[in-house]
C-alpha cells in the first residue's frame, strides 16, 4: 500500500495539465522518495461519481478501483490529479475517502493552486474563445462567470479548510510564489518536502496563445457560426487545431 496519497484538485487554469503530464509519462525522478500515478492522464471519470449526480451510480465500481491501485502501490506518495475535484463538496469528498481508502482516511492530503481573479478570467475567456465555447466580449463572459461564483473563491476554500484543515494546501498561482517560477517544480517540492527531485524540462501544456493567433482563431469561428455549424463541432475544430498550434 502506498504510503501516503496526495488529491490534486486543481483549480482551473493553474498549470495543471502540465502537472499530469510530467506524473503520467514519469518525467521526474527522485533518489529517496517515489512517487505513484495512474496510467490515465487525469480521474476525471473518478472526481464525477462525486458531483455529477448521472455519474453517482458508478461510484463504487471507479472508487474500488482507484482503492485497488492504491493498495498495490508500494510508493511513498501516491497522487489523484483532477481540475472536476474542484466541484466536490468537501464534506462528500471526506466522506468517500473514509469508506474507500479507509487506512488513508486520517491522512490524505488535498492539494491545490489558484490563480488571481484578474488572471483567472482572462485565461478562462482566452480557453473558452479559442475552442469555439464563446463568441462574445469580455464584459458578457465576466457577468456569466460571476453568477456561476467561479471567482469567488474564499467560501469554497475555506470549506475544504473546514474539513480537511493542514491537509488542505492552497498555494497561489503567481510565478514569483513558486519553486523555480515553475508550476510542476513546485507541485513536487510541496508533495515531497525535503525529498529532493529533478523534473524533466517542462513542456507547458495547454499554454495561452499569442493575441494574433487567438484573433485568428475567433475569426475562424465566426466564419463557422456563420455557416450554421453546430457548436459541437465548433468546439471540435477550435480544439484541433489549438492542439496543432500546441504542438508547434
Known amino acids: 500500500m502506498a504510503k501516503s496519497i496526495v488529491f490534486h484538485i486543481g483549480d482551473p487554469k493553474t498549470g495543471t495539465s502540465s502537472i499530469q503530464r510530467t506524473l503520467r ?34 461510484r463504487d465500481q471507479r472508487f474500488g478501483a482507484a482503492a485497488a491501485w492504491l493498495n498495490a502501490s508500494t510508493a511513498d506518495v501516491a497522487v489523484i490529479s483532477a481540475e472536476m475535484f474542484f466541484k466536490v463538496d468537501p464534506l462528500v469528498m471526506n466522506d468517500a475517502i473514509a469508506q474507500y481508502m479507509p487506512d488513508h482516511a486520517a491522512s490524505a492530503r488535498i492539494f491545490a493552486y489558484v490563480r488571481p481573479h484578474a488572471q483567472r478570467f482572462l485565461s478562462q475567456f482566452v480557453q473558452v474563445s479559442k475552442t469555439g465555447l464563446y463568441w462574445g466580449d469580455m464584459q458578457t463572459l465576466l457577468q456569466r462567470v460571476s453568477k456561476k461564483d467561479l471567482l469567488t473563491y474564499t467560501p469554497r476554500f475555506q470549506a475544504w479548510r473546514r474539513v480537511f484543515g493542514d491537509r488542505f494546501m492552497l498555494r497561489p498561482m503567481v510565478r514569483d510564489e513558486l519553486a523555480d517560477r515553475d508550476v510542476v517544480t513546485d507541485f513536487f517540492k510541496q508533495v515531497l518536502g525535503d525529498a529532493p527531485f529533478t523534473v524533466a524540462k517542462s513542456t507547458a501544456a495547454n499554454e495561452s496563445l499569442p493575441l494574433e493567433v487567438l484573433a485568428g482563431l475567433r475569426a475562424v469561428h465566426g466564419t463557422l457560426k456563420r455557416l450554421e455549424i453546430g457548436p459541437d463541432n465548433r468546439h471540435a475544430v477550435g480544439q484541433y487545431y489549438v492542439n496543432i498550434l500546441n504542438a508547434l
Open 25 to 58: 509519462d514519469r518525467s521526474f525522478t527522485s533518489p529517496r522518495a517515489t512517487v505513484d500515478y495512474p496510467d490515465q492522464l487525469n480521474a476525471f471519470p473518478l472526481a464525477n461519481t462525486l458531483c455529477d449526480d448521472a455519474q453517482a451510480h458508478h
